[in-house]
T-cell receptor, first 111, second 113 residues
Framework: KQEVTQIPAALSVPEGENLVLNCSFTDSAIYNLQWFRQDPGKGLTSLLLIQSSQREQTSGRLNASLDKSSGRSTLYIAASQPGDSATYLC??????????FGGGTRLMVKP | DAGVIQSPRHEVTEMGQEVTLRCKPISGHNSLFWYRQTMMRGLELLIYFNNNVPIDDSGMPEDRFSAKMPNASFSTLKIQPSEPRDSAVYFC???????????FGDGTRLSIL
């Protein structure tokens, strides 16, 4: 059974800092790895999706990498802004169309 | 384009009552998922449908929970009878065929007193 872990659980940084969020998964037989953002009281917004054959995906200030062999993914946020404050979740897609989510990293970017 | 639409946004009811949560997926999406999110357990998949057919309901906690998808544009998740431990945020998500992103609704915040 797939297990997804995110470290750290919470992170507070000053505005402008570059930061890395970590995600690890136990079953490397994934189809893709997704990163989501969740704002308080809201649903999840898909940020980046990395297919199993890819190493990384970029969108604006966000860059996500995937290393299937080691069971790791990272989300890099450049030049963080207060508007980036949210909970970030990673999720691994395995056979059967099932996403397994990590517990999330709660990010606070202070002005 | 309208996203995934869930109703109600909030529900407060007494223990023992029947609760029905509703979801309208994005038009053209053929997979629909119901999740539950709690502080203790995070986000858990309850059940998902493909082309209106339930594919995997292994995440449904117990017989008090049931889900239906009578057509491509509507699904319900029902809890009968409800218990305080069912209090959580319930999300519906939909996607197109293949390894594509899931699109989430804003959730229903359920409180059972």
């Amino acid at each position: 059974k797939q297990e997804v872990t995110q470290i750290p659980a919470a992170l507070s940084v000053p505005e402008g800092e570059n930061l890395v969020l970590n995600c690890s998964f136990t079953d490397s037989a994934i189809y893709n790895l997704q990163w989501f953002r969740q704002d308080p009281g809201k649903g999840l917004t898909s940020l980046l999706l990395i297919q199993s054959s890819q190493r990384e995906q970029t969108s604006g200030r966000l860059n996500a990498s995937l290393d299937k062999s080691s069971g790791r993914s990272t989300l890099y946020i450049a030049a963080s802004q207060p508007g980036d404050s949210a909970t970030y979740l990673c999720a691994a897609l395995n056979a059967g169309n099932m996403l397994t989510f990590g517990g999330g990293t709660r990010l606070m970017v202070k002005p | 384009d309208a996203g995934v639409i869930q109703s109600p946004r909030h529900e407060v009811t007494e223990m023992g009552q029947e609760v029905t949560l509703r979801c309208k997926p994005i038009s053209g999406h053929n997979s629909l998922f119901w999740y539950r999110q709690t502080m203790m357990r995070g986000l858990e998949l309850l059940i998902y449908f493909n082309n209106n057919v339930p594919i995997d309901d292994s995440g449904m906690p117990e017989d008090r929970f049931s889900a239906k998808m009578p057509n491509a544009s509507f699904s319900t998740l029902k809890i009968q009878p409800s218990e305080p431990r069912d209090s959580a945020v319930y999300f519906c998500a939909s996607k197109v065929e293949g390894a594509q992103p899931q699109h989430f609704g804003d959730g229903t915040r359920l409180s059972i007193l």
